[in-house]
């Protein structure tokens, strides 16, 4: 199983932007979808981004398209999320996940079997 790792959260000001890092170990990324998701203080983890283990397919949510952009670079084994004229509405605990590429391309939480531990970005008004 892949291990993950993500790094770049931070407190910013809204219209700021910030990148986020996911780093992996154990397999090589390029077995999997990956994909970025977010939990705001009491409510549930929502689905953010996901591209394709080549990086031809992306998939936002309506809440963050046309601000954040999924990349990924399989030689670094890393993927990431930049994302751009942050909001006080993007506060929350940011994840990453890896799916196997069997997986239905729908991005539902349950198919992603590898996570990381988080990491906060805060953004004020």
């Known amino acids: 199983q892949v291990q993950l790792v993500e790094s770049g959260g931070g407190l910013v000001q809204a219209g700021d932007s910030l990148r986020l890092s996911c780093a992996a170990s154990?397999?090589?990324?390029?077995?999997?979808?990956m994909g970025w998701f977010r939990q705001a203080p009491g409510k549930e983890r929502a689905f953010v981004a996901q591209?394709?283990?080549?990086?031809?397919?992306?998939h936002y949510a309506d809440s963050v398209k046309g601000r954040f952009t999924i990349s990924r670079d399989n030689a670094k084994n890393t993927v990431y999320l930049q994302m751009n004229n942050l909001k006080p509405e993007d506060t929350a605990v940011y994840y990453c996940?890896?799916?196997?590429?069997?997986?239905?391309?729908?991005?539902?939480?349950?198919?992603?079997?590898?996570w990381g531990q988080g990491t906060q970005v805060t953004v004020s008004s």
């Open positions: 591209i394709s283990w080549r990086g031809g397919l992306t």
């Open positions: 996940a890896a799916k196997a590429t069997s997986s239905s391309w729908y991005p539902s939480l349950g198919d992603f079997g590898s």
């Open positions: 154990g397999r090589t990324l390029s077995s999997y979808h």
